[in-house]
């Protein structure tokens, strides 16, 4: 298996739940999780996409 891309996710009470359906580089999901968390006082994470071929 290996990482094809990553998706944002909002950590709420433990559980982490998808943001928006959109795929994302590593960098790109990095900086928009950043600017998410620095407007609003939320916990945003990415998440890595597998591809098993």
Sequence with gaps: ???IE????M????SAVP???DI???SECN????Y???VRNVKVVCG???NER
């Design 1 to 3: 298996m290996q990482i």
């Design 6 to 9: 990553y998706v944002l996710h």
């Design 11 to 14: 950590l709420i009470q433990g």
């Design 19 to 21: 943001v928006t359906e």
């Design 24 to 26: 994302y580089t590593q």
């Design 31 to 34: 900086k928009r999780a950043e």
């Design 36 to 38: 998410l968390m620095s």
């Design 48 to 50: 890595e996409v597998w």
